[in-house]
């Protein structure tokens, strides 16, 4: 019971420093993208702290981290900006249709989630989940490399000289803190220390380097600052509930549904290799969609699950959902009352967090087993981690996707066999081998010789399975080819669910299908295949 205790309190520590830490990390990620979306910075920590809450409390993944994003911001841009265009300046419609397309996206999500959808997760192949990760590791990493830039009038440019060298230093001091003190005792929180002894360097040394209040006053903001989140009553009497309202952010509600899904989903999956636990595809969607309603409500630009932040938390030794729960509350904290001590700390500091964050996320094996894995599966891990980079998530996610299952569906296409023999009184029988399908249909015509076959035929579909729609077309012709050659065809062992398919589109192919099959194996096959 002592050691119980212990361990749950040994927990309980972890997750309350690491929720710090990564309260801490979310400031300037959700500042940077809420200024890539073109809205206030206070849009984009509400956005943090509701959807990290509430997908805390109810999400299907404990220690996930979720917030604003890059990848949703940037397809926000464009919608806000033409939201803009439809008034006056100065009443900020594009802010209120974001407000009003987050919120139907958060009902597409919940969509999802209901129809049990985001069980099909799990159909992403590995070589997939390493180039998102790689891909994402690149992504964080070039992200960062902005801090190192400031604007000179009006013009942006990389940091030289001395302000390059404490910049450089700083990052290089925080990364060797976090490398270095686990080694030292691995209970001490390393990234919350490292960001407090650099930010203590900068301050008691009075170094002239950039910190969070200086990022978010030259990106435009007026400071950290802000009250409690609001209900924006303004949506419903600024947006118009119409079809043309309904035109214009429905498409944009459906891509930021999907690539927050795909990214929440992903992050899910690599949390759970982490942690060797499984969490719940459906109840994620049901939480990220419900999050986003709230916080479409409250004037958050809505967001999904941050892979770098969820990397820091479990690093951390988050694992539960209150680390969750205490960086959101944290993070209103920082908003309410902190703001001041919080705008202090060093963007370096915060960088060399992130950079550590790269390390960890990359999947240096992939480098190891390159030349060793099959060469699709290398072309579709090199692909997903271009396009991440070049595009965004969600189309290099799809693309490996559909890359993996056509070489899937080409390799599976060669398997088609017809081994062939004949029984004594001259019937010719054509055992087939392998799944017909779309793709194994031109391979399984030419295995038949309709013209020199002897005038009874047996297709036997014992080792096979007729698979789709295209499989069963092609045995309708091969059907009509023998019987206007004048010769008797029978089908063996099919299926119960093809007899019935094949029946239903030509109801006179029940005269070739033999259903009184009384070899054993065929219905251990069929009630397996019922099964499957």
């Known amino acids: 019971m002592v050691q119980f205790i212990r361990n749950r309190a040994a927990s309980i520590k972890n997750d309350v420093f690491s929720g710090l830490t990564v309260a801490l990390a979310l400031v300037p990620e959700a500042v940077a993208f809420a200024f890539v979306a073109g809205v206030d910075p206070l849009v984009g920590l509400y956005a943090a702290f509701m959807i990290g809450l509430i997908t805390s409390i109810f999400g299907g993944r404990p220690g996930m981290i979720s917030g604003a994003t890059g990848a949703l911001a940037v397809v926000m841009v464009s919608l806000v900006a033409e939201g803009n265009a439809m008034g006056e300046a100065s009443e900020q419609l594009g802010l209120y249709y974001l407000f009003a397309t987050v919120i139907l996206m958060g009902f597409i999500q919940m969509a999802v989630?209901?129809?049990?959808?985001?069980?099909?997760?799990?159909?992403?192949?590995?070589?997939?989940?390493?180039?998102?990760?790689?891909?994402?590791?690149?992504?964080?990493?070039?992200?960062?490399?902005?801090?190192?830039?400031?604007?000179?009038?009006?013009?942006?440019?990389?940091?030289?000289?001395?302000?390059?060298?404490?910049?450089?230093?700083?990052?290089?001091?925080?990364?060797?803190?976090?490398?270095?003190?686990?080694?030292?005792?691995?209970?001490?929180?390393?990234?919350?220390?490292?960001?407090?002894?650099?930010?203590?360097?900068?301050?008691?040394?009075?170094?002239?380097?950039?910190?969070v209040g200086s990022f978010i006053r030259d990106g435009g903001g007026e400071g950290l600052k802000g009250g409690l989140p609001i209900f924006q009553t303004e949506i419903f009497s600024k947006v118009p509930f119409n079809w043309e309202t309904l035109a214009f952010i429905g498409p944009y509600a459906v891509?930021?549904?999907?690539?927050?899904?795909?990214?929440?989903?992903?992050?899910?999956?690599?949390?759970?290799?982490?942690?060797?636990?499984?969490?719940?595809?459906?109840?994620?969607?049901?939480?990220?969609?419900?999050?986003?309603?709230?916080?479409?409500?409250f004037g958050g630009m809505g967001g999904c699950a941050m892979i770098g932040q969820s990397i820091i938390n479990i690093k951390s030794g988050g694992r539960t959902r209150l680390s969750g729960i205490v960086a959101a509350v944290t993070l209103l904290g920082f908003i309410l009352f902190a703001s001041g001590v919080i705008e202090q700390v060093p963007i370096a500091a915060l960088v060399g967090v992130m950079f550590m964050v790269v390390i960890g996320t990359f999947a240096w094996s992939s480098f190891r087993i390159?030349?060793?894995?099959?060469?699709?599966?290398?072309?579709?891990?090199?692909?997903?981690?271009?396009?991440?980079?070049?595009?965004?998530?969600?189309?290099?996610?799809?693309?490996?996707?559909?890359?993996?299952?056509?070489?899937?569906?080409?390799?599976?296409?060669?398997?088609?066999?017809?081994?062939?023999?004949?029984?004594?009184?001259?019937?010719?029988?054509?055992?087939?081998?392998?799944?017909?399908?779309?793709?194994s249909i031109q391979v399984f015509k030419s295995k038949f010789d309709v013209q020199n076959d002897p005038d009874r035929i047996i297709i036997d579909f014992m080792e096979s399975r007729v698979s789709d729609h295209?499989?069963?077309?092609?045995?309708?012709?091969?059907?009509?080819?023998?019987?206007?050659?004048?010769?008797?065809?029978?089908?063996?062992?099919?299926?119960?669910?093809?007899?019935?398919?094949?029946?239903k589109a030509s109801p006179k192919l029940a005269n070739v299908i033999e259903s009184n099959v009384d070899d054993p194996r065929y219905h251990v096959m069929s009630q397996v295949q019922q099964e499957a």
């Open 470 to 503: 295209s499989a069963l077309e092609a045995l309708f012709q091969l059907v009509e080819k023998y019987e206007a050659a004048g010769k008797e065809v029978l089908i063996q062992h099919l299926s119960e669910d093809c007899q019935k398919l094949m029946v």
């Open 113 to 211: 989630g209901l129809l049990k959808l985001g069980k099909f997760v799990r159909l992403i192949p590995h070589p997939v989940m390493m180039g998102f990760v790689n891909g994402l590791a690149i992504v964080i990493f070039l992200s960062q490399l902005g801090m190192f830039k400031e604007t000179v009038n009006g013009e942006t440019q990389w940091l030289q000289g001395m302000e390059l060298a404490i910049m450089g230093g700083l990052v290089a001091l925080t990364m060797a803190i976090m490398h270095f003190l686990p080694m030292i005792n691995k209970r001490l929180p390393e990234a919350l220390i490292a960001i407090g002894i650099v930010s203590a360097i900068v301050i008691l040394g009075g170094l002239d380097v950039a910190t």
């Open 370 to 439: 390159l030349n060793k894995i099959p060469l699709p599966d290398a072309l579709v891990l090199i692909t997903v981690s271009s396009l991440t980079v070049v595009f965004d998530l969600a189309i290099a996610v799809i693309v490996g996707i559909i890359m993996s299952a056509l070489v899937f569906a080409w390799e599976n296409a060669k398997r088609i066999r017809a081994r062939k023999r004949f029984l004594p009184d001259g019937t010719k029988v054509y055992e087939i081998w392998g799944p017909l399908f779309f793709g």
């Open 255 to 297: 891509i930021l549904a999907a690539i927050g899904l795909i990214e929440s989903l992903m992050t899910l999956n690599l949390v759970d290799e982490l942690t060797e636990t499984r969490g719940s595809s459906n109840r994620e969607c049901l939480a990220q969609g419900g999050a986003n309603i709230v916080t479409g409500l």
